[in-house]
């Protein structure tokens, strides 16, 4: 298994920004130091659900923090984003990072429909562009004298430069979050980036995605190396006994998420349906033994995540995106990431 760190800084008080994204960077160099693979950052606008806000721009920082870890985008908001443009930005990316990029795409926000009213745009719209903004994408990173002639955009230019650090381009995976998604991934041999879901569940996921890929006349080699490139996102937060990890992190959970939705129910535009957000178990459903049915958290003592991540393994889990939404105190997440590498990830190498 791989493990990597997934920046995802809830902060609701704006005075605090600033000290917030230096913990964070201060953070980058703890994961790296810890012997993390990878730190990951999302993309979300305007009420601080991720605080940065641009992961481009903050993955450059994180790049110049650190010399050795994969540098993820999980993911970039396609709807958001010019293609041309973001091939140039990835691309430099790259460079600055000596080829340690991953690119995560998907059309967006399943939930914040304020976050493409905010750009000028439409969930739908949103939607109906990503094949063609990915397809320009890669064109972008590859071709010479390009000449691009879509429903959404018509281009025509001699290079992006810099050119990509890897070629052909940096790794690129497709956030997924039901089986539909998954299947049309799979059929196109694309790595995925799969959300948190029950073990069981998450295994039947990971089969679907290999005998669709396998359907899809793919070799086997393919098939695992597709999975060696896929990355799954938990929750995670660890603590000396499951009781302290579950009360320190489910309910200051919860109330973020309490105000994430009293946001959308705000500003949301009424006309734009959006999906249901995933509710986390409260922590009278959380045993001492994990329950592959339930949809958990890795939230726990050194022994219950490890227990966890015994049956993740087992379901096909091989690489992991692990946050605490950035709600613990720097000495907390400090505390979880070293008990998470000294007392479990070595286990799993």
Request: glycine residues 6%; aromatic residues 10%; proline residues 6%.
């Amino acid at each position: 298994m791989r493990f990597g760190h997934f920046f995802y800084p809830m902060n609701f008080d704006s005075s605090r920004d600033y000290q917030v994204i230096e913990q964070c960077l201060a953070e980058a160099e703890l994961v790296e130091s810890l012997g993390f693979d990878a730190i990951w950052v999302s993309e979300h606008h305007f009420i601080g659900e991720a605080v940065y806000g641009d992961p481009l721009l903050f993955a450059t920082a994180v790049a110049m923090k650190t010399r050795r870890v994969l540098l993820g985008l999980g993911i970039v908001e396609m709807g958001l984003h010019n293609p041309v443009q973001l091939a140039i930005q990835t691309a430099l990316l790259d460079n600055l990072c000596k080829g340690r990029l991953i690119v995560g795409t998907a059309r967006g926000s399943n939930y914040n429909s304020f976050e493409y009213a905010g750009f000028g745009t439409t969930v739908s719209e949103a939607q109906e562009r990503l094949p063609e903004a990915e397809e320009l994408l890669v064109k972008a990173w590859t071709t010479e004298d390009l000449e691009y002639q879509g429903k959404y955009w018509q281009v025509a230019f001699p290079s992006v430069r810099p050119r990509p650090y890897q070629k052909p381009h940096p790794p690129l995976a497709r956030a997924c979050i039901n089986d539909d998604s998954i299947a049309a991934m799979a059929r196109i041999g694309r790595p995925i980036l799969f959300r948190k879901r029950s073990i069981n569940a998450l295994g039947e996921a990971v089969k679907l995605y290999r005998l669709t890929m396998l359907g899809a006349e793919f070799s086997e080699e393919e098939v695992e190396q597709a999975l060696d490139d896929s990355w799954v996102w938990y929750e995670c937060h660890l603590a000396d006994t499951d009781e302290q990890a579950w009360e320190e992190f489910i309910p200051a959970f919860q109330q973020a998420s309490k105000h994430v939705a009293e946001m959308r129910d705000r500003w949301n535009p009424k006309d734009q349906e959006m999906a249901a957000y995933p509710t986390l178990l409260p922590v009278s459903e959380y045993k001492p033994t994990p329950n592959p049915v339930a949809n958990e958290a890795l939230v726990g003592s050194p022994r219950r995540v490890s227990e966890q991540l015994v049956l993740l393994r087992d379901a096909g889990v091989r690489n992991l995106m692990l946050t605490n939404r950035g709600l613990m105190s720097p000495d907390r997440t400090a505390k979880s990431l070293r008990l998470l590498s000294e007392k479990v990830m070595p286990q799993f190498r």
